[in-house]
């Protein structure tokens, strides 16, 4: 089973595209860097991993949202700040490549509500190393190798290589993740709404002395407790958990064969030839 993290993979693709290459946001080159990460990563895999489930963010606001407001503030501010990048524009391609994918594309495409990606990844690779199924990652995110097992690896497409690091979800939590906002656990929660504001350092003796929760000062534990809420992808709440096997399961008992018609329409309408020349890679 191939994981891919839809949204987060076509973004970095796009916008290395953009800033590196100089490429201008058009539909055809926003479309064709989103399906063209889709194939590339079904290619590349396929043959060892099997078929691909495309993981999404839901439309609407997430749980960690709903739970902690400033989850992700500092992404969604550099991305309202930055003027070489058109998100609305981007994130309508997604939408857009998203609803094809569901209805033409021989793919399982999972959206569950108030459910990020991360949370239908998470669960489908525990359901993976329970079930002993080979299965892959297809992500840059670091905080994914607390799902490695004998039977879960990741595939970071920015490196074109597999993510070969210790498992130590003890030191995610207490380092956070700034990229989501998620401050480490000496630092204050609202912290990155401070400009030019740092965090406090995490040394090596202390990571080496908080082994576990039980260890963490009396002090930082509502901190941590705070942070392994929202990293801790065991934490997902039960209902979306059962959600996303459950949808899964449906659309993986009832199969799905791609109506090559309807891609050669999606792809000559966008003018998407290479793609097209290439269909049989989806």
Same mark, same amino acid.
């Given at each position: 089973?191939?994981?891919?993290?839809?949204?987060?993979?076509?973004?970095?693709?796009?916008?290395?595209?953009?800033?590196?290459?100089?490429?201008?946001?058009?539909?055809?080159?926003?479309?064709?860097?989103?399906?063209?990460?889709?194939?590339?990563?079904?290619?590349?895999?396929?043959?060892?991993?099997?078929?691909?489930?495309?993981?999404?963010?839901?439309?609407?606001?997430?749980?960690?949202?709903?739970?902690?407001?400033?989850?992700?503030?500092?992404?969604?501010?550099?991305?309202?700040?930055?003027?070489?990048? *058109?998100?609305?524009?981007?994130?309508?391609?997604?939408? @857009?490549?998203? #609803?094809?994918?569901?209805? +033409?594309?021989?793919? %399982?495409?999972?959206?569950?509500?108030?459910?990020?990606?991360?949370?239908?990844?998470?669960?489908?690779?525990?359901?993976?190393?329970?079930?002993?199924?080979?299965?892959?990652?297809?992500?840059?995110?670091?905080?994914?190798?607390?799902?490695?097992?004998?039977?879960?690896?990741?595939?970071?497409?920015?490196?074109?290589?597999?993510?070969?690091?210790?498992?130590?979800?003890?030191?995610?939590?207490?380092?956070?993740?700034?990229?989501?906002?998620?401050?480490?656990?000496?630092?204050?929660?609202?912290?990155?709404?401070?400009?030019?504001?740092?965090?406090?350092?995490?040394?090596?003796?202390?990571?080496?002395?908080?082994?576990?929760? *039980?260890?963490?000062?009396?002090?930082?534990?509502?901190? @941590?407790?705070? #942070?392994?809420?929202?990293? +801790?992808?065991?934490? %997902?709440?039960?209902?979306?958990?059962?959600?996303?096997?459950?949808?899964?399961?449906?659309?993986?008992?009832?199969?799905?064969?791609?109506?090559?018609?309807?891609?050669?329409?999606?792809?000559?309408?966008?003018?998407?030839?290479?793609?097209?020349?290439?269909?049989?890679?989806?």
């Amino acid at each position: 089973m191939i994981l891919l993290d839809y949204s987060a993979v076509a973004i970095a693709n796009i916008a290395r595209a953009i800033k590196m290459d100089g490429e201008l946001l058009t539909n055809e080159f926003a479309l064709h860097m989103i399906m063209n990460s889709i194939r590339a990563s079904n290619v590349r895999l396929r043959r060892d991993y099997g078929e691909m489930v495309i993981c999404c963010d839901c439309n609407g606001v997430s749980w960690r949202r709903e739970e902690f407001e400033l989850y992700k503030f500092k992404r969604r501010k550099k991305r309202s700040d930055s003027s070489d990048i *058109d998100w609305k524009f981007v994130y309508e391609k997604l939408e @857009y490549v998203k #609803n094809e994918l569901k209805n +033409d594309f021989p793919y %399982t495409v999972l959206q569950i509500d108030r459910a990020e990606a991360d949370d239908i990844i998470g669960t489908l690779a525990r359901y993976a190393t329970e079930n002993e199924l080979k299965t892959v990652i297809v992500s840059n995110d670091k905080d994914f190798v607390q799902l490695h097992s004998p039977f879960v690896e990741q595939y970071r497409p920015c490196a074109e290589g597999f993510y070969n690091i210790t498992n130590n979800l003890q030191e995610l939590i207490i380092r956070g993740d700034s990229d989501d906002g998620v401050p480490n656990i000496k630092s204050p929660i609202d912290i990155f709404t401070v400009p030019d504001k740092r965090q406090k350092p995490i040394y090596k003796k202390e990571l080496e002395a908080w082994k576990s929760e *039980d260890d963490i000062p009396e002090e930082l534990r509502e901190r @941590y407790i705070q #942070n392994k809420r929202l990293i +801790d992808l065991s934490e %997902t709440p039960t209902s979306i958990q059962q959600s996303v096997i459950e949808e899964f399961k449906r659309q993986h008992t009832h199969g799905k064969r791609p109506n090559k018609a309807k891609m050669t329409k999606f792809f000559m309408k966008n003018r998407l030839r290479y793609l097209h020349e290439r269909m049989n890679e989806f």
